[in-house]
């Protein structure tokens, strides 16, 4: 059966950081991309980042380009958000997501986390 | 970036009732186009896959049609567990994308 979980979510002041992880279970995980999808308070979906299976190629949404790094340790089956310099616009429930497909086009995500809840406030 | 445009943002159905959900692409995604559910509370759920393929475990009432820049979820007898938030996304080009929902509410 396929986990994800996700923990690292808390209050956090503006300016200041936090690194989210999800821990994955029940796949091959370095065989598949993985994907950090967020939602704020009361709103839609919004695509964060995405990490290949190998690491080797990351996309991420031009709002937290600079500010955010994703990463993977294949070997714990982990993967990572590194945020930096929060903004209140931040703020939202963040999902680590799975690829269904293990190549080709990534984004469509078959699998999702329970959420990690990031608060961005002084 | 593409934008999903969803209709409608919100409706009112009854058990039994067929409803239609559509998506329009800004521009042509050819058929990756992705249907999720969404509880409250609860993390999404992909339903349609590729725009006409039914995920895994996901009843036969839900399918999902189009291409190109035009697609539609249609649950074709609605049930009580199917009130809910439904997005659909493209995964053609980055950014992925989200539409802003059509919630179903009960009538």
């Known amino acids: 059966e396929v986990q994800l979980l996700e923990s690292g979510g808390g209050l956090v002041q503006p300016g200041g950081s936090l690194r989210l992880s999800c821990a994955a279970s029940?796949?091959?995980?370095?065989?598949?991309?993985m994907s950090w999808v967020r939602q704020a308070p009361g709103k839609g979906l919004e695509w964060v980042s995405t990490?290949?299976?190998?690491?080797?190629?990351?996309f991420t949404a031009d709002s937290v380009k600079g500010r955010f790094t994703i990463s993977r340790d294949n070997s714990k089956n982990a993967l990572y958000l590194q945020m930096n310099s929060l903004r209140a616009e931040d703020a939202a429930v963040y999902y680590c997501?799975?690829?269904?497909?293990?190549?080709?086009?990534?984004?469509?995500?078959?699998?999702w986390g329970q959420g990690t809840l990031v608060t961005v406030s002084s | 970036d593409i934008q999903m445009t969803q209709s409608p943002s919100s409706l009112s159905a009854s058990v039994g009732d067929r409803v239609t959900i559509t998506c329009r692409a800004s521009?042509?995604?050819?058929?990756?186009l992705n249907w999720y559910q969404q509880k409250p509370g609860k993390a999404p759920k992909l339903l349609i896959y590729a725009a006409s393929s039914l995920q895994s475990g996901v009843p036969s009432r839900f399918s999902g049609s189009g291409s190109g820049t035009d697609f539609t979820l249609t649950i074709s007898s609605l049930q009580p567990e199917d009130f809910a938030t439904y997005y659909c996304q493209q995964s053609y080009y980055t950014p992925r994308t989200f539409g802003h929902g059509t919630r179903v509410e009960i009538k």
């Open positions: 990490i290949s299976g190998s690491s080797g190629n990351t």
């Open positions: 029940g796949f091959t995980f370095s065989s598949y991309a």
């Open positions: 521009q042509s995604i050819n058929n990756y």
């Open positions: 997501a799975k690829d269904r497909a293990s190549s080709g086009y990534y984004g469509t995500f078959d699998y």
